[in-house]
């Protein structure tokens, strides 16, 4: 039997920092974009990049690119407590892996004031 030794390659990463000052209290933008450079950034193949809002009154999520329901998401979450864990978005064959209709998006609970979200991204 024949073995094959195995070198394993160091991680590779990268940090980007995104400051947002949105004119309104409560506003969604589509970050994706933003998320894809910080991942080609890192020229990596395969891993996570780690998006996280970095104030209380923020986050980021996840849905279908579809602004109708984006006057439903700020109604809803007007009401609720939203997570506090961040958000890590797989990266597969050098692509972030998300569904064919989703985006990333950072919303803004309580703006008009400068806020920053990290991205990180890791892998291989």
Same mark, same amino acid.
């Given at each position: +039997?024949?073995?094959?030794?195995?070198?394993?390659?160091?991680?590779?990463?990268?940090? &980007?920092? @995104?400051?947002?000052?949105?004119? !309104?209290?409560? /506003?969604?933008? &589509?970050?994706?974009?933003?998320?894809? /450079?910080?991942?080609? $950034?890192? &020229? *990596? &193949? #395969?891993?996570?990049?780690?998006?996280?809002? +970095?104030?209380?009154?923020? $986050?980021?999520?996840?849905?279908?690119?579809? =602004?109708?329901?984006?006057?439903? *998401?700020?109604?809803?979450?007007?009401?609720?407590?939203?997570?506090?864990?961040?958000?890590?978005? =797989?990266?597969?064959?050098?692509?972030? #892996? @998300?569904?064919?209709? /989703?985006?990333?998006?950072?919303?803004?609970?309580?703006? !008009?004031?400068?806020?920053?979200?990290? @991205?990180?991204? +890791?892998?291989?």
């Amino acid at each position: +039997m024949n073995s094959i030794a195995h070198t394993p390659q160091p991680m590779k990463t990268h940090t &980007d920092y @995104l400051i947002f000052n949105t004119k !309104q209290r409560q /506003q969604i933008i &589509d970050i994706t974009d933003k998320v894809e /450079q910080c991942r080609a $950034s890192a &020229d *990596i &193949d #395969d891993g996570m990049v780690l998006v996280s809002a +970095m104030h209380i009154s923020a $986050s980021v999520f996840v849905n279908d690119h579809e =602004p109708n329901l984006w006057q439903d *998401i700020l109604q809803w979450l007007e009401n609720e407590i939203a997570p506090w864990d961040p958000p890590r978005y =797989p990266v597969t064959k050098a692509r972030l #892996d @998300l569904g064919p209709w /989703q985006r990333i998006f950072y919303g803004e609970w309580d703006g !008009q004031r400068p806020k920053r979200v990290v @991205l990180k991204a +890791m892998g291989m």
